[in-house]
């Protein structure tokens, strides 16, 4: 089934790409729900898995509402002004009930007339538990995003940048031939040729929103709400390479500046860690790779992200560039 997007002079001009935490949240929802999590993202499912289940989140509200295909709710991705993820969980907050009751009914309709009784909740009063989903949002974020944001968001916006590029050199209708295999520019339109990429202009307001994602792959995914320019998630590019460890020169010009155990901890935490496997990893004591946590973070180099009774550390995109700018 194909669908088709026509484009008026206007449509161009109101055409742009933002970075959203909130694809992100939906998108890595709906790859850690399959049997099989797609093969560029099952290092990062096997770190997150364990932790979502120990809060609960394996069968919380996104548990509920997105599945491995099919249609999730419109309004957990909102069209806000920045795309950050405190307006992007105002804006879910807020979204009017209608909305979100029309969007339950979809999911209704997809699974034969079977909610959640969480989710028949939802549809009976928005008001009500709108702010526990936008609750475990932020755990889900704080458990699953958020250690690994400063790497995710460095591809999103290295894919904003080619785009944007693209669109200086050669124009914005061959800039969007070239999002995806499965989508096309043709006479005037965006031609989608996969049946749940369903959208058309009638059905949403002008312009075009794009939104590369790293956890989209390997599909296109669109969000279509009436006067709100539609929105199209694809996947970003350089995800292969996303997760995979990097090799940073040695550390001496950095080891100089912060002392060698906080270098080599910056080093470690190629992916987020705890205290104590730090101090296994290093070989340093648990209080002494403590100390130097705190002193990283102050400096603005890690950040701390809580599971439970376990805080993890991660690295922050400042100290990805110290360790990659060495010679």
Known sequence: MKARLAFSVNDLAETRFAVSAMWEVVTSCRALAGATVPDPHRGWAGQVRPRLAAAGLDRGWLADMVAPVGHFPDFLNPT??????????????????EQVRRDLDL??????????????????????????????????????????????????????????????????????????????????GLQLAQRHCAITRIETGAGLLLVPSVFA?????????????PQLAYPARGIGALWESRRHAPMDALAAVIGRSRALILAELDSPASTTELAERSGMSAAGVSQHLTALRAAGLTSTHRAGRTVFYARTGLADALLTAQV
């Not at 806000?80 to 969980?89: I, V």
């Not at 790497?151 to 894919?159: F, G, K, M, T, Y």
């Not at 792959?217 to 320019?229: I, K, Q």
Request: charged share 25%.
């Open 217 to 229: 792959w390997p599909r296109v995914l669109t969000r279509s709400v009436a006067s709100e320019p």
């Open 107 to 188: 999911l209704s309709a997809e699974r034969d007339g079977r909610l959640s009784p969480r989710l028949r909740n939802l549809h009976r009063n928005p008001r009500a538990y709108l702010p526990k989903v936008v609750a475990e949002i932020e755990t889900y974020w704080e458990l699953a995003i958020a250690p690994y944001w400063a790497r995710i968001r460095s591809v999103l916006d290295a894919d904003v940048f080619h785009r944007g590029r693209q669109v200086a050199e050669h124009g914005t209708a061959r800039t969007l031939g070239q999002l995806h295999h499965t989508v096309r520019w043709d006479s005037g």
């Open 80 to 97: 806000t002004a920045s795309h950050e993820l405190p307006d992007e969980l105002a804006a879910i907050e807020a979204t009017d009930p």
